[in-house]
């Protein structure tokens, strides 16, 4: 594959946002399209002939990737900066079983992620539930880990709030109130309630102003502000939020919460070297969350679980086909 070069500005700590429209010059400059290749929903620079909907490692080992260092990136959903330490332990454990340094980028924002990925810049990433799929058609990802318990358990639901002062006391009475969703690409926060909430007789955007507050924790602080009416956010979040002591859960009121979604998806690059991807799967799959400060933040987690892009993403691919989504760089924000 082609390489490509990606104006990202590096600051300590962080890789900046980078605007949408470097996104589409750096797809629409990708190498030639590769022909007679399957590739679904996949971009052009990739194929898919295994049919499992995710990008295959390219037939030319000169192509595989196989760096010194190794740059991971946590999901931009909440203020990624506070995850630096938090994350440490298992970055320990994971440049000791690939032998390589790595590095923890606290990303901006869920398009500079993906363009980071699609770059070469990123080999191993947290994609928060909504925008997995934009990764895995844009930058090649592959999805293999989610964070889980011992027993196989994983997810987290969308929540409804409002202020437990508030007039709202069901999901009808939305109507004609200022809801905050978090942003476009979110499942808990636009994507599902989009689809969901119909169903129980409120159309958003119809029946209530949506307004897109940029995070799961703005839109929980605005709820209780009462600057927004109500909203949909993810139910790990609030839980860590409250952890924190960032609200306190008697301001609210659930109204609403649904079956359970897949959580953050734990991804590597598809052009990384076949050995290196077994050293990363080993490191993941081997590491103990109990003692450490990961081990305290995600709360009832004991363990990365294998999962696969095809089978545990389809309710949230079938979400985002109800709303008519395209894997496209300026529908990634």
């Known amino acids: 594959m082609t390489s490509h070069p990606v104006f990202l500005k590096r600051i300590p700590g962080a890789l900046s946002y980078v605007s949408l429209c470097s996104l589409t010059l750096l797809l629409s400059s990708a190498a030639m399209a590769q022909e007679d290749c399957p590739r679904g929903d996949l971009d052009d620079i990739y194929c898919d002939r295994d ?3 995710v990008a295959d490692q390219p037939a030319d080992e000169s192509q595989w990737v196989d760096p010194d260092t190794l740059i991971f990136a946590y999901t ?10 938090i994350w440490q332990p298992f970055i320990d454990h994971l440049e000791e079983v690939t032998e390589r340094d790595v ?3 606290a990303v901006q924002s869920n398009s500079a992620q993906v363009e980071a990925m699609r770059s070469g810049r990123l080999h191993i ?3 928060s539930t909504g925008p997995t799929p934009f ?3 844009l930058a090649g990802a592959v999805p293999f880990a989610l964070m889980g318990s011992d027993d196989g358990q994983f997810g987290y639901t969308l929540q409804l709030y409002t202020h437990v002062d508030s007039d709202i006391h069901e999901i009808e009475d939305l109507k004609g109130k200022r809801v905050a969703h978090t942003s476009p690409t979110s499942n808990s926060g636009n994507q599902a309630p989009r689809a969901l909430f119909p169903e129980e007789g409120i159309v958003p955007d119809e029946d209530y102003e949506v307004i897109y507050s940029g995070s799961h924790d703005q839109s929980m602080l605005g709820v209780v502000a009462r600057d927004y009416d109500a909203a949909p ?4 979040v609030v839980e860590r939020m409250a952890d924190r002591d960032l609200y306190d859960p008697d301001d609210v009121r659930l109204l609403y919460e ?3 979604f897949p959580t953050t998806s734990y991804t590597y690059a598809h052009d990384l070297h076949p050995d290196l991807v077994d050293k990363i799967e080993e490191a993941f799959f081997s590491f103990e969350f109990a003692g450490t400060e990961l081990g305290e933040e995600f709360d009832g987690v004991e363990k990365f679980i294998p999962i696969n892009y095809q089978e545990h993403w389809k309710v949230i691919r ?3 086909e109800a709303n008519g989504v395209e894997y496209t760089p300026d529908n990634l924000e």
């Open 318 to 320: 079938t979400i985002q």
């Open 233 to 236: 956010v993810a139910s790990e």
């Open 51 to 53: 049919g499992d909907l």
């Open 76 to 85: 931009p959903v909440e203020d990624p900066a506070i995850y630096a330490d």
């Open 103 to 105: 590095r923890f980028f």
């Open 258 to 260: 649904s079956d359970r």
């Open 125 to 127: 990433a947290g994609f």
């Open 135 to 137: 990764a895995v058609n």
